[in-house]
């Protein structure tokens, strides 16, 4: 077991680094609207705001917070698309010392009926429609079938009877005095969603002082500056959204400019608009950038750096994007490492950060262990563990934490690499039964629970196949009931929709078998599955 003394020392030593501090994430805000009150924070769709213009409105929604009951130590919700009211929850709840849950607008009734029961939110922030849905009418459905009864509803984007709306920038402000004061840096400010093996989601954990250790590292690795221009493309929701969105702005002193949604036509003249320098995300944003560059658009500026994660960032896309001055920053990380907790500087040679995911970040510890937990050798193969000042302090349900957060601080990642003896590392493969899709890991179990609910299908098992755009995709191999007949995947996409699975989990690819190859214990073999799918191509 892990001695009082053992995490004092580690405490010790990131306060030594400067990744500790006594700096509260949710004085940030507010810090830079004194400091710049002019200088410009953010623009969406056309409007910008100074970060004293945002400062002020963050504390105009904490009142409001604290006027409906929401306190230091409460849990919000926020379910909504790219939007400053999305950032502004999150400042705000950092600000009154609640704690925030951004989650995906892409997640449906199936998803989010899992989420609200572990997270038991205190409010709930949704928009109005989305595409064809109608998200406050699904989370009133929700809340009302769980139970939960909730101190506040927030509706963005039109009033909505029994639902609160945020309260506009005017011309009033807060004194601070009246409010919260932050969380310390020690509690939990952020739990954010990802998928595990298993068919729930589950919430990690983030403190403040972890989040701010996370902006420090990037703004140094990757050298920016005040007159830098930020591209936030990826859902604040997401790690990377949140990062480019608030964070590393907000700790740089620059500016970002947030798009509502990825279209990469519009992203290439925003860039050059606003002179755009670095963006975060992945691969299939700089892929849909670098394609666009090649055909001639935006000649007189394109992005600088793109710092690529989440999935991995093929080398004949690294050297397209080097041939067009792009730097290619290429990293590991993940939801409960904080995000990225590898990453290369700007100035290493580019064939270093082709080949590899990253150099260990200051006051991270990464090794690979072999199946007993036992550290290996620089450059032998195994599982990764990770500690650090950013990684999570365990995930809301503490019987998943002890399997993947042991005792001494180290979070087993599911993920197979090794390390160099100069820090350097490289991933190669999951132990854990995901599929990446662009950077979204979608378990598997859960798919296949949704499939074989399916009246006519037997076994199902899914597979990450490979696709052009998202590196992976979902591919499903299925066996039938006896004496049913494989009509098409068209009525079994028709079910999930009924089901209110996300979209994005749903198969590309279709193949029907007479039965799933499997070992003498009874596990599928999924190995043999991609196989075949490569051996054959397309559906069948």
């Known amino acids: 077991m892990t001695s009082t003394a053992d995490t004092a020392r580690r405490q010790e030593r990131y306060e030594a680094l400067g990744m500790w501090t006594q700096e509260r994430l949710g004085w940030l805000i507010e810090q830079n609207g004194q400091r710049w009150p002019d200088r410009e924070f953010t623009m969406f769709k056309g409007v910008r705001y100074s970060y004293g213009e945002f400062a002020r409105w963050v504390r105009l929604t904490a009142r409001d917070l604290v006027a409906r009951g929401i306190g230091p130590g409460d849990r919000v919700l926020v379910q909504l698309p790219n939007c400053l009211e999305a950032l502004l929850l999150q400042l705000a709840a950092f600000r ?6 951004p989650v995906v607008p892409i997640y449906r009734e199936h998803e989010m009926k899992q989420i609200l029961a572990d997270l038991r939110p205190k409010a709930v922030v949704v928009s109005v429609e989305l595409g064809q849905r109608r998200p406050a009418a699904e989370m009133a459905n929700l809340l009302d079938g769980l139970g939960l009864d909730v101190a506040v509803r927030y509706c963005v984007g039109g009033p909505v009877d029994g ?3 945020l309260p506009e920038l005017g011309l009033d402000d807060v004194d601070p005095a009246q409010l ?12 954010l969603y990802t998928s595990g093996t298993t068919a729930a989601p589950k919430g990690a954990m983030l403190s403040g002082r972890a989040i701010m250790a996370l902006g420090r590292t990037l703004r140094l690795r990757m050298g920016i500056g005040s007159d830098d221009v930020i591209m936030n493309g ?3 929701s997401h790690v990377s959204g949140f990062v480019n969105g608030f964070l590393l702005p907000a700790v740089a002193g620059c500016r970002t400019v ?10 290439v003249d925003v860039v050059e608009q606003e002179g755009g320098t670095f963006m975060s995300g992945g691969s299939v944003f700089l892929l849909d950038l670098v394609q666009r560059y090649e055909a001639g658009r935006s000649p007189d500026h394109r992005l600088s750096k793109f710092l690529s994660g989440g999935a991995p960032t093929p080398a004949s896309l690294f050297q397209r994007a080097e041939g067009l001055g792009i730097t290619v920053l290429t990293c590991y990380g993940m939801t409960e490492t904080g995000g990225p907790c590898t990453l290369p500087r700007p100035e290493d040679p580019p064939e270093v950060r082709m080949e590899f995911d990253g150099l260990i970040g200051e006051g991270t510890e990464i090794q690979a262990v072999d199946e007993n937990r036992k550290p290996l050798p620089h450059g032998q193969t195994g599982e990764l563990r990770i500690r650090g000042p950013q990684v999570m302090a365990g995930y809301t349900n503490s019987q998943v934490s002890a399997a993947q957060l042991d005792e001494d601080g180290w979070f087993y990642s599911g993920d197979v690499g090794f390390v160099t003896e100069d820090g350097w590392l490289r991933m190669v493969g999951r132990i854990k039964d995901l599929i990446n899709r662009g950077g979204e890991k979608f378990s598997c179990q859960d798919i296949e629970a ?3 609910a399916y009246p006519d299908i037997d076994r199902a098992a899914v597979v990450g196949v490979p696709d052009e755009r998202f590196g992976e995709a979902v591919g499903a191999f299925v066996t039938l009931m006896p004496g049913a007949a494989w009509a098409g ?3 079994v996409i028709d079910f999930l929709e009924q089901m209110k699975l996300a979209k994005q989990k749903r198969p590309v690819v279709w193949h029907v078998l007479p039965a799933l190859p499997t070992t003498p214990s009874g596990k599928v073999q999924k190995n043999k599955l991609l196989e075949m799918h490569l051996s ?3 559906s069948e």
């Not at 919260?180 to 739990?191: I, N």
């Not at 947030?258 to 992203?267: H, I, N, V």
């Open 96 to 101: 009154i010392g609640a704690v925030v849950s």
């Open 163 to 165: 639902w609160a709306t």
């Open 180 to 191: 919260p004061d932050p969380a310390p840096g020690d509690e939990c400010a952020l739990v």
């Open 234 to 236: 990826t859902p604040v």
């Open 258 to 267: 947030l798009l509502s949604e990825w279209k990469p036509d519009d992203a």
């Open 450 to 452: 949704a499939l074989v």
């Open 489 to 491: 995947p068209e009525k």
């Open 536 to 538: 054959h191509g397309g």
